[in-house]
């Protein structure tokens, strides 16, 4: 089954086309360079790329696959999760795509389109896993019982860990993102040289906290001359803390629920202290780890056409009335066919 | 010629079909009610009325805008990507134009309006010749006030905008300034109905590359302007 998938719902304007898990192609214009100009992402920008990018890059998915609009047999689009200017050119593109072809369409959340960025990496990934989305937008842990069937755990009470590291970033005076601008400069850091806090690191909750991993950062700097601050022990000291809570709350989830595997994905799982941390400490509780192939971590629509397959599969599909929902929360499928 | 118009610009969404100069159907909403959630379910209502499937249209019509910048994107997004997958061509025409041919048998110069919010105003002016209103000078965004100060001659002023501030204007131009009916917001059958000279004359968009007319910047992208505008005077001529 030919699914084309849609997905705009921050800074990236994306479409792919995904047969029976085979991804044919995998189109992403990232609006990065011009947002950096901004030292953030500006909604009213990013919508605005959106809509100057979208045909190209659904008709570069098209060719770059050899394969034809009318082959397609459902549109997968993200439509709940994210900035609702941005969410809502995609989903217009869409819906017009699905009329126009006489197809399905198939809403998808954006968090299940992350958890099905692991799913489409490797075939054999378990069931059920627990899975940490960590990006500049969200944080969470989700319990995957099966493709479909979802438990939010948790999730950042306050920053995102990816905002966490853009805003320590723009602290330090380095570029936007800041995921590889500090991840660069801790490599000359001494990550033990500066002990910072672990928020919500004893509680037992799956939730998290940055914020205050942040101020401790601008505390510690307060009144201190910048050229005497040795940056590169508070880059690795900070990366430290965001990853050791990232993986001590994993772990703790997946022990908790019994699971054999995590999966970790989002823009921060390109982290390669995040990975190595993971890689290390999961063997030794007896858990694999997966990661996403490099071109699905970040925001991508294979992602949301594989997950879309699978909500079609079970028997869903949205009407041509879908709208765009920017803070909705991650559903499962609610009648899976098998177990109606 | 069987061309679908869109327009999802201002707070008054609608979708028309015309065949030749027949007015098949017209169809509006209130944008309130979701431009997004409403554009398709509505543009196959119109169509199931005129008995026609999307393969029978001839072209479409899309509202380009200057008005919501988020309903805006929703009509040029759907007629775009409904242009490119059914290979039709795409007429975009300019809200402030559309507001214009509504009044194409008056002899005086034409000034549509458009709400742009914070007490301003999108605006252009228009002079009908050989039966079509053609602009003359720069689009306006700014004051009812900053706009009056431009007018030299007698104006028929148009659109909801002009019909509110009709006080304002009135005071600063005194009777020279004549005013449209209140209720002369043109229906997605007049976009399509414009496009069909475009049409015959080959003026098409490019689905691709066809974007909204926003008529004004983020104030983020202000901002950024003014910041890099101020970097670039601290440096050298030239470099
Ligand atoms: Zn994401």
Redesign the interface.
Known sequence: MLILGIETSCDETAAALVDDGNVLSNVIASQIDLHARFGGIVPEVASRKHVEAIGYVIRETFDSAGERPAAVDAVAVTCRYGLIGSLIVGVSAAKAMAYALKVPLIGIHHIEGHIFANILSHPGLPLPHVCLTVSGGHTMLIHVEEPGRYQVLGGTLDDAAGEAFDKIAKFLGLSFPGGPAIERLALAGDGAAISLPRPLGRSRTADFSFSGLKTAVVNMCQGRDRGSLPLADIAAGFQEAVVDVLVSKTLQAARRLGVTAVSVTGGVSINARLREVFSEACPRHGLQVFFPRPDLCTDNAAMVAAAGAVRLRQGEESGLDLNAVPNAPLESIKCPAKRC | MRVLGIDTASRTNTIGLIDADRVVADFAWDARD?S??????N??LVLKRGGLS?EDLDGLAVGIGPGS??GV??G???????A???GKPLCGISSLEALAHQSKTASALLCPLVDAGRETVYAAFYRVREGAPIREGEYYVGSIAGLTDRVREPVLFLGRPAYLHRAVITSALGPPARFGSPSDAPGGAAFALMSLPRFAAGQVDD???L??L?LGE????AL?RRR?AEARGGRAPGS
Do not use: N
């Not at chain 2, 997004?77 to 409904?82: F, I, Y």
């Not at chain 2, 983020?218 to 992208?221: E, G, K, N, T, V």
């Open positions: 979701s997004l959630q409403q554009i398709i379910v543009i196959d999307l910048w988020t994107r929703v040029v997004t759907v007629a775009k990507t409904l490119c997958t059914l689905p691709l590359s974007v909204p926003y983020s104030l983020a992208q950024l890099e």
